[in-house]
């Protein structure tokens, strides 16, 4: 971590550069290596401090079932809390479960119900993963990572870096001050009336499912089958070979 607050202080010196930008190079190897089969997902954030018991717990829970019913991955940032409860939901229906978890002074462990997971140093290669493999965000709620994550995928879209799916927020009492300000930025123009569409409030989880069913799953052809398959030569981990799946054979590009 010390060698992050170094880079993040100024220029240092042109080798220095060198050899920080060769590491986020094998970084996102890792992360293509690790993510690549694991089918289309859906990415669940949270906070990791909701405990089993919580009523966001069960909720996560109740929504990573559903979205592992209709043939996604449920992705997740692969740690505690609400994380683990979308990642135990997959598993509770047969569904496949993978994380992206962030390496932290604090060591955040990934959680026991994943299938798969790769740990990712730095949290910009580790946003870019779960935005890449992603065809919906469900926002549970959350501290400032979750903020983060929210705010990158609406920004992503509102700039057209990337085209629109569903961005889902749950869980209206939590939020409303959230929402109210986002209300002020509207009238204070900093945001546009039709940018306020590019993210949808619920406290259903069927409401949810139907949003993900018309705008990822139709709107992207997501059909079942294998798009991509594993070469030995490259020493490819197999696809998570359980539960129902979807594949896409067409691109996310509009």
């Not at 798969?116 to 501290?143: D, E, N, Q």
């Amino acid at each position: 971590m010390k060698e992050e607050i170094r880079f993040l202080e100024g220029p240092q010196s042109r080798w220095q550069e060198l050899k920080f930008i060769v590491k986020i190079f094998f970084e996102f190897l890792k992360g293509f290596r690790a993510l690549h089969f694991v089918g289309p997902c859906v990415t669940v954030f949270g906070s990791s401090r909701f405990k089993e018991g919580h009523e966001y717990y069960k909720l996560g829970r109740h929504i990573g079932s559903e979205i592992a019913k209709l043939g996604f991955t449920v992705l997740t940032g692969g740690g505690p809390g609400l994380m683990e409860a979308a990642n135990r939901g997959a598993k509770d229906v047969g569904g496949r479960s993978v994380g992206c978890n962030i390496l932290l002074p604090e060591e955040q462990k990934p959680n026991p119900y994943l299938d798969r997971w790769v740990s990712i140093r730095y949290f910009f290669v580790r946003k870019t993963l779960l935005i890449k493999y992603s065809y919906a965000f469900i926002v549970l709620p959350g501290g400032f990572g979750t903020m983060d994550e929210f705010f990158e995928a609406v920004t992503l879209i509102q700039t057209k870096k990337i085209t629109e799916f569903p961005v889902i927020i749950f869980c209206k009492d939590f939020y409303e001050r959230l929402l109210a300000h986002l209300n002020l930025m509207k009238e204070q123009k900093t945001v546009l009336e039709s940018e306020l569409l590019l993210y949808h409030v619920t406290d259903s989880v069927d409401d949810a499912i139907v949003m993900i069913q018309e705008k990822s799953i139709l709107k992207y052809g997501l059909k079942p089958g294998l798009k991509f398959s594993p070469k030995k030569i490259f020493r490819e981990k197999k696809h998570i070979n359980k539960g129902p799946r979807l594949m896409s054979h067409n691109s996310k590009a509009a």
